[in-house]
């Protein structure tokens, strides 16, 4: 595994486990298998309802709770100072946790800076190791950052091969902020695992179209968090950190990039 530091010492998997959709029994299996493969970062969220699946299936794993970085996300209910102060209670007491590693804003609301706000105050009473914001674009972002007194640690974005946003990664990355990758694989919107130039180069390496589209996003920064609820996949996508692309290949990838959102984000 390899970390990116975020902050205050803390150190985030580059690659974690995404939860979404994964709810009841099957979620349960699936986080727990994710665990037995080796990921140490499960990301969930308020608006996936699933905290409880995922809080137990850590718990199942036997793993001590200082060995596996969680996060979960506020979003829109939590849309005020007192709501968000008390939805952040509200997930602890879910996922069964006195703290989460990393704490997000889900999205931008008209309220972003006061529940901001409840999230530094959280940072500080030791809820959370570290805060930050997804899908902010760079206008958002500034506009937080202007306003806020701890920077967000994390920006949690649309990333793939097909929009990699760069340049918003690097004005990030200048501000001590680490840019995330939600649908690193498009979630089937474009069909990232036979793409002829991820197939060959992918081949070069003995790897496939999969781990060449994470291992790029990982060489540019941006940390990963794909979901996928067969083990072979899990184990697949977990194996990325044995090869590295070369400038060249890299160059190759970075030409697949249109500029388009595939899920309608600013």
């Not at 946790?97 to 704490?103: E, P, Q, S």
């Not at 530094?120 to 930050?132: M, S, T, V, Y």
Request: charged letters at 25%.
């Amino acid at each position: 595994m390899e970390y990116f530091e975020i902050g205050n010492g803390v150190q985030m998997p580059a690659l974690g486990f995404g939860t979404w959709t994964l709810r009841g029994e099957e979620g349960r299996r699936c986080i727990r298998e994710a665990l037995e493969v080796g990921y140490r970062l499960l990301d969930t969220a308020r608006m996936y309802e699933n905290e409880d699946v995922v809080g137990q299936a850590l718990r199942d794993s036997g793993l001590p709770r200082e060995e596996v970085f969680l996060t979960t996300k506020l979003w829109e209910p939590s849309n005020s100072y007192q709501k968000a102060k008390a939805d952040i209670d509200r997930s602890l007491k879910t996922l069964g946790t006195d703290y989460v590693d990393l704490l997000l804003l889900h999205e931008p609301y008209p309220e972003s800076e006061e529940m901001y706000r409840a999230m530094e105050e959280a940072l500080r009473a030791g809820k959370a190791r570290a805060i930050g914001v997804s899908n902010f674009n760079q206008e958002e972002y500034d506009r937080l950052e202007e306003r806020c007194s701890i920077r967000p640690a994390v920006n949690q974005v649309e990333s793939h091969v097909y929009y990699p946003r760069l340049a918003l990664q690097k004005a990030l990355a200048a501000r001590g902020t680490r840019m995330q990758s939600w649908a690193p694989f498009t979630e089937g919107r474009r069909d990232v695992f036979h793409e002829p130039v991820l197939v060959e180069i992918g081949a070069a390496h003995g790897k496939t179209a999969a781990q060449t589209a994470l291992r790029y996003l990982v060489q540019n920064g941006i940390a990963v968090i794909p979901k996928s609820a067969h083990r072979e996949r899990m184990e697949e996508n977990f194996s990325i950190f044995d090869f590295a692309l070369t400038g060249e290949e890299m160059a190759r990838i970075g030409q697949l990039t249109d500029g388009v959102s595939l899920f309608g984000w600013p």
